[in-house]
């Protein structure tokens, strides 16, 4: 097997063209990408990413070019696993999550997108392969917007083909909420997947509270209602709001999903491979919420996830929102009767616009 030759790491801030606002992170202007490309001694690449709301990227991009190359630098690309655990251990002291899994997770994704390109097989066909059709939802960030402009957003989601959405909710009123879930249910109609998205902003007891105002609304899910850390009030809030709860972006490893499934304090776990550890957690996540007769859904990196979803006979929906990222890879995610498709292309198949990133160089 060809060795690790080079590591050559990226840091891009991309501008949105609408600043974006949830519950807890405020407004968003920008996110940064930050990038990683593993060439093995064949001269064969791979290409991974992460990305930040806007700070932090310069400490994971530090981490990429500097912490990481020493500790795989000359191993066998195709040991994923191996170089996994020896990245996470060699950072674990300092690490343990934050910017240390963040470089990690974009370390695995490449080392995952070289593998499938040398073995000539799209990513989702690598991971076992289950349906390259993965049913999709739009993730809107849209607290802010009066109810007619998140009327407006929504439809311009279904006009794009999509067929499940989601909307932030966590205003400082519970009211304010409650009648913006009951306009969108009312455009939707009742059989319309529709979920809600708090973004951290209560207590246990005001999510609970929030759940069951939104209960007559036939919410798909209600998502991270409270503070990742509290597993034991998002059980709480199972127990007795009414509605499926949806967590898990804020968790950055499995053993953190561990002890979310394994209290029932999780309906949907939602593992983002740009934080949870890469593919090679993603999965064994998505594995353990099978163990537990539980449907795995995604936040963010869409263009990733989608293979990892295709390959998930538990898998739910994908969430797509690209912070602008579309605008500078090749292949745009491909909607069909509002399922995403899995890209046949060998590896993940995202070809970025270099050329185009570097004028946004930070």
């Not at 991309?14 to 606002?21: E, G, K």
């Not at 993730?139 to 006009?159: H, K």
């Not at 064994?284 to 859904?297: D, G, M, Q």
Request: proline share 6%; net charge negative.
């Amino acid at each position: 097997m060809p060795h690790i030759a080079t590591i050559e790491t990226g840091l891009y801030r991309i501008p949105l063209p609408v600043t974006l606002s949830d519950s807890t992170h405020g407004e968003i202007a920008a996110f940064e990408l930050i990038t990683c490309r593993i060439r093995d001694a064949d001269g064969a690449e791979g290409v991974g990413y992460t990305y930040t709301v806007g700070r932090n990227g310069g400490a994971v991009a530090d981490i990429l070019g500097r912490e990481i190359p020493p500790l795989v630098q000359g191993r066998e690309a195709d040991d994923t696993e191996a170089i996994w655990h020896h990245v996470w251990w060699g950072l674990h002291y300092g690490g343990r999550g934050g910017p240390s899994v963040l470089a990690l997770s974009a370390l695995d994704i490449a080392l995952w997108d070289l593998k499938a390109r040398r073995a000539k097989l799209p990513l989702y066909q690598l991971l076992g392969g289950f349906d390259a059709r993965v049913p999709c939802y739009a993730g809107g960030i849209d607290l802010d917007l009066s109810v007619e402009a998140l009327l407006e957003q929504t439809d311009g989601n279904l006009a794009k083909g999509f067929r499940a959405i989601k909307m932030k909710v966590g205003r400082p009123d519970l009211k304010s909420d409650v009648a913006r879930v009951a306009a969108m249910r009312k455009h939707l109609g009742d059989s319309f997947p529709l979920m809600a998205d708090a973004n951290m902003k209560w207590t246990v007891e005001e999510a609970i509270r929030a759940a069951r105002a939104f209960v007559p609304y036939d919410l798909t899910w209600l998502e991270e209602p409270i503070i990742p850390d509290d597993v034991a009030g998002h059980a709480r809030i199972m127990q007795a709001g009414g509605v499926p709860i949806a967590a898990g972006e804020n968790l950055r490893s499995l053993w953190e999903f561990k002890n979310y499934i394994a209290t029932g304090a999780v309906s949907y776990p939602e593992p983002d491979v740009t934080n949870c550890g890469g593919v090679s957690a993603f999965m064994k996540i998505a594995r353990l919420a099978e163990a537990f007769n539980l449907p795995v859904t995604s936040h963010g990196a869409h263009d990733i996830t989608v293979h990892l979803l295709a390959a998930c006979p538990n898998r739910s929906y994908l969430e797509a929102h690209g912070f602008g990222l579309d605008k500078y890879i090749e292949h745009p995610l491909v909607l069909q009767d509002g399922m995403a498709l899995a890209p046949e292309r060998p590896g993940h198949g995202i070809g970025f616009d270099w050329k185009g990133l570097t004028k946004l160089a930070a």
